[in-house]
């Protein structure tokens, strides 16, 4: 009904280019509740492998997803066999016990009792870390399923030393005492299983072993990777390169909480790391694999509910302000998966405007809290908050005393954030200037909001001058990143030029004196556009402002011509022109008679050649008649007869390198067999000559 498990990918280079560039993260939201449908589909009502289907339903049940029945019956079918039959797998116990804890299904007295005996086997003879994890943790979960249920572990400070074993100095582990590499997805699988250990053991273990434990933990910590916006997470160095980041990480935290919850002593992890794992997970965005988007959403619902530390997770609706329409800032604090956070209060400590990494704008606001939309917001900024780029940088401040759980964040949490508005463009004209004295020869004034009818003209010993000035609500310079003046002949050929701003001025100057050469000496009707836009400009505009009328020089004769236009102007997008390629003209062959004649001198010398072995009298009385001496001569007389065979194949098919290759093979053979064969005739005419 059900095969191995699924496929697994390696996404290493998709995760790094993700978190690398990642600022603001998000908790899980109903984007992943969707796109779990789509990952997770059964096939004909069922998954390929109990695996598979552990993690399907742990991950919707995580979600909050609820479960379709029909599924529910197919799948607990398959626990019911396997619980109850003695020769499955422990790999298979192992699942089918984590399927029948969130299904619920309907598990005979008997069955228990056979599945405990052979877990209970399982760890006795394990060798392997892997026997030991799916015996252990089975176990552990018969305990939970089914209390009651005699579980005794036998020696549990022995089966803990036997697992400890398996242990690295630098806080990794091995699968087995026979392989020498480590492995990071192992130590989580092994922190697992010492858990259970621990938590199945009838009387305490030697808190030495714990505390060993806890500092094979730290060592683990200092392997640990790092991006530069505070992201952390666990990676392989060499063995088992099957499991990528995404899946190396969560089984470390799966081992890690596991621990944390079984041993009372706790457990103290660095807080920043603890949230960089939790952004980790975040800023991989949906995994498109389903072992990877199970591994995903089971780490975070780990560092949700553990015993060492809640990461809270700060995070904007958007990161887009309009200071036209008053936006307020949004901002939530919520845990990993999107739960409500516990009563705390956020500040903006600061906002730096990109222009300036040294100038802030704010400085020292507490947030305002609403209760209704669960989220911190600043109704209000100061009037020196301008449009453009700027780095807000938050802080959280708890009270650890009125929660249960220990909550960590950020002691800074940076997020980039984009003012936009209105920027006002005023003073706008455009002028007809003399060339010698610089006077004003026509100008009009310009509204540049919507598009003008300007009729102008002029001549090659005149100028144009646009000009503008450009300044945000506030009342400052505003440089766009996009100014740009176009005139455009009637004839469709397009000159572009920048307009350059200096302070709150924008201007161009075109001396058509010096551009009658690029202008390909067109006289006639040029149309006007200026573009303005940026990021941060909300009226960015496209104008087409009117025309012009050139009178320029004739072309001289040796001036470049404009290039030829095409009359449709979207077909430079569209196929172009098939490339035909001409071979070389093939030599002439001499005729077909004469090619046949050569072929007949060739072969005569052959002919020749066997009407001399009729004249010499060649017969094969001579030939060897015992076995060994037989096979010999047949196989040199067969050398000789494949190497004819290999010249006629070279003449009608094979090139020469695939010829020498053959040949090479073929004259090692022959001397082999030909020198035996030989030494065989030499030795038979030594006995005739004695006798």
């Given at each position: 009904?059900?095969?191995?498990?699924?496929?697994?990918?390696?996404?290493?280079?998709?995760?790094?280019?993700?978190?690398?560039?990642?600022?603001?993260?998000?908790?899980?939201?109903?984007?992943?509740?969707?796109?779990?449908?789509?990952?997770?589909v059964?096939?004909?009502?069922?998954?390929?492998?109990?695996?598979?289907?552990?993690?399907?339903?742990?991950?919707?049940?995580?979600?909050?997803?609820?479960?379709?029945?029909?599924?529910?019956?197919?799948?607990?079918?398959?626990?019911?066999?396997?619980?109850?039959?003695?020769?499955?797998?422990?790999?298979?116990?192992?699942?089918?016990?984590?399927?029948?804890?969130?299904?619920?299904?309907?598990?005979?007295?008997?069955?228990?009792?056979?599945?405990?005996?052979?877990?209970?086997?399982?760890?006795?003879?394990?060798?392997?870390?892997?026997?030991?994890?799916?015996?252990?943790?089975?176990?552990?979960?018969?305990?939970?399923?089914?209390?009651?249920?005699?579980?005794?572990?036998?020696?549990?400070?022995?089966?803990?030393?036997?697992?400890?074993?398996?242990?690295?100095?630098?806080?990794?582990?091995?699968?087995?005492?026979?392989?020498?590499?480590?492995?990071?997805?192992?130590?989580?699988?092994?922190?697992?299983?010492?858990?259970?250990?621990?938590?199945?053991?009838?009387?305490?273990?030697?808190?030495?072993?714990?505390?060993?434990?806890?500092?094979?933990?730290?060592?683990?910590?200092?392997?640990?990777?790092?991006?530069d916006?505070?992201?952390?997470?666990?990676?392989?160095?060499?063995?088992?390169?099957?499991?990528?980041?995404?899946?190396?990480?969560?089984?470390?935290?799966?081992?890690?909480?596991?621990?944390?919850?079984?041993?009372?002593?706790?457990?103290?992890?660095?807080?920043?790391?603890?949230?960089?794992?939790?952004?980790?997970?975040?800023?991989?965005?949906?995994?498109?694999?389903?072992?990877?988007?199970?591994?995903?959403?089971?780490?975070?619902?780990?560092?949700?509910?553990?015993?060492?530390?809640?990461?809270?997770?700060?995070?904007?609706?958007?990161?887009?302000?309009?200071?036209?329409?008053?936006?307020p800032l949004?901002?939530?604090?919520?845990?990993?998966?999107?739960?409500?956070?516990?009563?705390?209060?956020?500040?903006?400590?600061?906002?730096?405007?990109?222009?300036?990494?040294?100038?802030?704008?704010?400085?020292?606001?507490?947030?305002?809290?609403?209760?209704?939309?669960?989220?911190?917001?600043?109704?209000?900024?100061?009037?020196?908050?301008?449009v453009?780029?700027?780095?807000?940088v938050?802080?959280?401040?708890?009270?650890?005393?009125?929660?249960?759980k220990?909550?960590?964040?950020?002691?800074?949490?940076?997020?980039?954030?984009?003012?936009?508005?209105?920027?006002?463009?005023?003073?706008?004209?455009?002028?007809?200037?003399?060339?010698d004295?610089?006077?004003?020869?026509?100008?009009?004034?310009?509204?540049?909001?919507?598009?003008?009818?300007?009729?102008?003209?002029?001549?090659?010993?005149?100028?144009l001058?646009?000009?503008?000035?450009?300044?945000?609500?506030?009342?400052?310079?505003?440089?766009?990143?996009?100014?740009?003046?176009?005139?455009?002949?009637?004839?469709?050929?397009?000159?572009?030029y920048?307009?350059?701003?200096?302070?709150?001025?924008?201007?161009?100057?075109?001396?058509?004196?010096?551009?009658?050469?690029?202008l390909?000496?067109?006289?006639?009707?040029?149309?006007?556009?200026?573009?303005?836009?940026?990021?941060?400009?909300?009226?960015?505009?496209?104008?087409?402002?009117?025309?012009?009328?050139?009178?320029?020089?004739?072309?001289?004769?040796?001036?470049?011509?404009?290039?030829?236009?095409?009359?449709?102007?979207?077909s430079?997008?569209?196929?172009?022109?098939?490339?035909?390629?001409i071979?070389?003209?093939?030599?002439?062959?001499?005729?077909?008679?004469?090619?046949?004649?050569?072929l007949?001198?060739?072969?005569?010398?052959?002919?020749?050649?066997?009407?001399?072995?009729?004249?010499?009298?060649?017969?094969?009385?001579?030939?060897?008649?015992?076995?060994?001496?037989?096979?010999?001569?047949?196989?040199?007389?067969?050398?000789?007869?494949?190497?004819?065979?290999?010249?006629?194949?070279?003449?009608?098919?094979?090139?020469?390198?695939?010829?020498?290759?053959?040949?090479?093979?073929?004259?090692?053979?022959?001397?082999?067999?030909?020198?035996?064969?030989?030494?065989?005739?030499?030795?038979?005419?030594?006995?005739?000559?004695?006798?």
């Open positions: 009904m059900m095969a191995g498990g699924g496929v697994r990918f390696l996404v290493l280079i998709l995760v790094v280019a993700i978190c690398g560039a990642a600022s603001v993260f998000q908790p899980i939201s109903d984007s992943h509740r969707s796109a779990a449908l789509d990952v997770f059964p096939v004909d009502g069922s998954y390929k492998s109990l695996e598979e289907a552990y993690e399907a339903l742990k991950t919707l049940e995580i979600l909050g997803i609820e479960k379709k029945s029909d599924l529910s019956s197919a799948t607990c079918e398959y626990v019911v066999k396997v619980l109850g039959s003695s020769s499955s797998t422990l790999k298979d116990a192992f699942y089918a016990l984590n399927v029948n804890g969130i299904l619920k299904c309907k598990i005979g007295e008997a069955g228990p009792k056979d599945i405990v005996s052979q877990l209970q086997a399982g760890v006795k003879d394990a060798k392997l870390l892997l026997d030991f994890y799916y015996s252990v943790r089975g176990l552990v979960l018969v305990k939970e399923q089914f209390p009651g249920t005699d579980i005794s572990l036998g020696d549990a400070e022995a089966i803990f030393r036997s697992i400890k074993a398996l242990s690295q100095s630098d806080g990794r582990w091995r699968y087995s005492s026979n392989n020498p590499e480590s492995s990071t997805f192992a130590a989580g699988l092994a922190y697992e299983t010492l858990a259970g250990v621990i938590s199945l053991a009838p009387s305490e273990l030697d808190p030495s072993l714990i505390q060993t434990l806890k500092k094979g933990i730290v060592k683990l910590f200092d392997s640990i990777q790092k991006f916006d505070g992201t952390f997470y666990f990676d392989e160095k060499s063995v088992d390169a099957s499991q990528g980041p995404i899946s190396t990480t969560a089984s470390v935290i799966r081992g890690l909480t596991s621990f944390a919850a079984s041993e009372s002593t706790g457990l103290n992890l660095p807080g920043d790391k603890i949230v960089g794992l939790a952004k980790f997970f975040l800023g991989v965005g949906i995994p498109g694999d389903a072992k990877d988007f199970f591994n995903q959403i089971d780490a975070l619902a780990c560092l949700e509910d553990n015993k060492f530390s809640v990461p809270l997770i700060l995070s904007l609706p958007s990161t887009v302000i309009s200071l036209t329409k008053k936006e949004k901002v939530k604090v919520s845990t990993v998966l999107g739960s409500k956070a516990p009563a705390l209060s956020v500040k903006l400590t600061q906002a730096l405007s990109s222009k300036s990494v040294d100038s802030s704008v704010i400085n020292n606001q507490e947030l305002k809290f609403d209760a209704d939309s669960a989220t911190y917001f600043l109704d209000s900024f100061p009037k020196n908050f301008d453009g780029k700027y780095t807000f938050f802080e959280i401040l708890l009270d650890d005393s009125a929660h249960e220990v909550y960590i964040t950020e002691a800074q949490t940076k997020v980039p954030i984009a003012a936009t508005g209105v920027i006002s463009i005023e003073n706008a004209e455009i002028a007809v200037l003399d060339s004295i610089g006077s004003v020869e026509s100008q009009k004034k310009l509204d540049l909001t919507k598009d003008g009818a300007v009729s102008l003209s002029a001549n090659h010993l005149q100028k001058r646009l000009s503008f000035q450009l300044t945000t609500p506030i009342g400052n310079a505003f440089k766009p990143h996009q100014a740009f003046f176009k005139l455009k002949h009637e004839s469709q050929v397009e000159h572009i920048l307009v350059k701003t200096s302070g709150k001025k924008a201007e161009l100057v075109l001396d058509f004196l010096g551009l009658v050469e690029k390909y000496y067109l006289s006639g009707k040029y149309e006007i556009q200026l573009t303005i836009g940026d990021a941060s400009m909300e009226n960015s505009l496209l104008s087409n402002i009117g025309h012009i009328e050139l009178d320029l020089p004739e072309r001289p004769e040796k001036a470049p011509r404009p290039p030829q236009q095409s009359t449709e102007p979207y430079r997008y569209g196929p172009k022109a098939e490339i035909s390629h071979f070389r003209i093939p030599e002439k062959l001499p005729a077909k008679q004469l090619s046949l004649v050569f007949g001198v060739i072969v005569l010398p052959f002919i020749g050649f066997l009407i001399g072995l009729t004249r010499l009298g060649v017969n094969i009385k001579s030939f060897p008649s015992s076995t060994g001496s037989a096979i010999s001569a047949l196989l040199f007389h067969g050398g000789i007869g494949a190497v004819l065979l290999l010249y006629v194949l070279f003449w009608l098919k094979l090139d020469l390198f695939t010829t020498l290759k053959a040949l090479s093979l073929l004259g090692v053979f022959l001397l082999f067999v030909g020198h035996r064969t030989l030494s065989q005739l030499a030795a038979a005419s030594n006995k005739l000559k004695s006798a």
